[in-house]
């Protein structure tokens, strides 16, 4: 684990797909800039720097307005460089955090005040060592005013965490739905699972993101449009969206950020859907003060 690694397309295409104003980019994450913020002793993975210079100007090739951006794992518990991104954002960007759970009452107030709304339980054992379920429980039982988990599992425990996911007091946001396997279809076991998940409580919501992880068939990505266009249908109000940039770990598979935003009108056919999607539910999540 020597090798800096570059996930990131270098060109992405303009879409043909345009965002409305003010769409939210609901996942991505900044690496560094290393020499002000180091990664972490743990992690699994080394990336070349992407920091929020290259965040901004993606987001506005792409046509959106905001980001929120997820703590990356090989940035472990320092908050750091997601806080510097935010602060530099005008505005535009809030985040999630990952925490060690004894952080004090003083250090979650001093990240909401740096923008950050909701904290991630990452269960990936490839990018974590370990995610003790009951430490993240205490923690998530004292979050400030407003905030959310974000949860990444991927679908072969999603039956194991299930009591645990029942006992968080706050929403719950999925990433990439829990990783199913999109080729089963929309009906396949995964995403039936995950639809039983979603029947469980109505403050569960999911990221329809990452087609370029979940789909081996490659771009453009036909059995991810076609297991999770019926899962947006189906829970309008509850569905996010995020270009997943700079695409941790993807460099055998890097995919063109341009063809992942006209994912969405293939998942969000009608204007609506995609008002939902891409503006009203990562406000109410994230900036709820701004809502109209
Ligand atoms: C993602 C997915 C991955 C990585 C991380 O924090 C991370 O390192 O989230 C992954 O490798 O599946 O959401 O970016």
Redesign the pocket.
């Known amino acids: 684990m020597t090798d800096r690694i570059t996930s990131w397309h270098p060109a992405p295409s303009r879409p043909r797909y345009r965002p409305p104003p003010g769409a939210v980019d609901a996942?991505c994450?900044v690496f560094g800039p290393q020499a002000r913020f180091p990664f972490s002793a743990k992690a699994k993975y080394l990336p070349e720097d992407a920091g929020p210079d290259m965040l901004f100007a993606l987001r506005d090739h792409l046509g959106f307005s905001r980001n929120v951006i997820?703590q990356?794992?090989?940035h472990g518990t320092d908050n750091a460089a997601t806080l510097d991104a935010i602060a530099l954002s005008n505005g535009k960007a809030r985040g999630v955090a990952v925490v060690d759970p004894a952080i004090s009452e003083a250090d979650l107030a001093a990240l909401h005040a740096g923008g950050i709304r909701g904290i991630r339980f990452?269960f990936?054992k490839r990018?974590v060592d370990d995610a003790p379920k009951d430490r993240f429980l205490e923690v998530a039982c004292r979050l400030p005013e407003g905030w959310h988990v974000v949860i990444?599992f991927e679908a072969d425990i999603l039956e194991e965490l299930r009591p645990f996911m029942a006992a968080i007091p706050v929403p719950l946001v999925v990433?990439?739905m829990g990783r199913p396997d999109v080729t089963q279809g929309p009906d396949g076991a995964d995403m039936t699972a995950f639809r039983r998940l979603l029947d469980s409580r109505p403050d569960v919501w999911f990221k329809a993101t990452c087609p370029d992880?979940l789909d081996p068939t490659g771009d453009p990505w036909d059995a991810f449009a076609r297991a999770v266009a019926p899962l947006v249908a189906d829970y309008p109000d509850r569905a996010l969206w995020g270009t997943?940039w700079p695409h941790?770990?993807m460099q055998d598979a890097i995919p063109d950020d341009g063809h992942l935003v006209d994912m969405i009108p293939r998942i969000a056919p009608s204007e609506t859907l995609q008002r939902k999607l891409l503006i009203d539910n990562p406000m109410r999540l994230y900036w709820p003060e701004e809502r109209t």
């Open positions: 996942h994450h997820v990356a794992s090989c990452n990936l990018l990444y990433d990439h992880r997943d941790p770990n």
